[in-house]
């Protein structure tokens, strides 16, 4: 009796199998992705999970910075000869990055930038000697960097650099383009309902059987205290990215100051504001490289987001008289009115 009553409830759904919520995690890029999404079984899940890890570590090793020999780190060595370098054909991932990286730089009067790499390891010593860049230390790393000067040609999939000893970072946009490949891999796989977390970005597929969205929490600045936190925020998320930057555990202080592992390419000078950015994208690259840049052009910056189609954003800052909360367009009507079960960064699953 109970056999035909599985018979017909399968011949009603259409002989499919109800999905099953799974979650798999391994570490990438200097974090730890996780995947949770639902499958009809434990094999296909796997499958699908093995596939998107796997497009996750290509990615990793073509676009790190850290590994000298990944694609980036020797496109970056062809400057330390003869200037400018050559056209030199990328992949069509690394194409597709730079391009993004160039419309946001071009969009945010270069306060984003992927060219910053001789800052970013300038600044990297100084937090590992404990002391503040030279003047002359400051001028020759900066004469490195600028957006302007990596040039890319879309059309051939090839770029040059103009300046000499430039070095490429793509570590405020690499994380959010490799959510995008590995939901796009999930998808290929028959996974629809996905949410990825890159150590905290996040890019959401279709949600999961019967709700609107995946519940998310994004913390304020003060997450000490979650029953303090007024500034947190709790979202359904489906089919769109949530990235956040200026995370205050990368930061390090000299001589009473706390100076960001995000940098002003501008002035090459390390932010020193604390401000705790969300930005609310349809794909999990343009909402990575957007906080970044908003890291740098602070509340000003939000009207740029503004203008962008699906985009929105939320900028918390400390000031002497504690947090100010600054959103623009939709980021609080997409706020979530449910009461969270715990705060934090990272997701929370149905
Ligand atoms: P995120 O955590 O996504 O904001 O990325 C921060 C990382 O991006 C840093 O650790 C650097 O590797 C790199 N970065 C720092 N400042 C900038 C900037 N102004 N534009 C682009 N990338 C940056
Ligand atoms: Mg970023």
Known sequence: MRALALLVLTLLTGCRAPLVRHEFARAAMGTEFRLVFYAPDAASAERAAAAAFTRIEALDAALSDYRAESELACLGRTSDGPCPTDWTLISHELALVLAEAEDVARASGGAFDVTVGPLVELWRRARRQGELPTAERLATARAAVGWRALELDRTRGA??????????????????????????????????????????????????????????????????????????????????????????ERSFELAGVRYSHILDPRSGLALTEQRLVSVLAPNGMSADAWATALSVLGPEGLALVAERAGFSARIVAASAAGLDVFGSGSFSAALSCATPARSGPGAQNP
């Open 159 to 248: 770029v040059r650099l103009l300046a000499p000893r430039m070095r490429l970072d793509l570590g405020g946009i690499a994380k959010g383009y490799a959510l995008d490949a590995a939901l796009a891999e999930l998808a290929d796989q028959g996974i629809e309902r996905a949410l990825i977390d890159g150590g905290g970005d996040l890019l959401a597929g279709a949600p999961p059987p019967g709700v609107r969205g995946w519940r998310v929490a994004i913390s304020g600045l003060d997450s000490a205290d979650p029953g303090a936190d007024r500034a947190a925020a709790y979202f359904e998320l489906a089919h769109a990215a949530l990235a956040t930057s200026g995370d205050l």
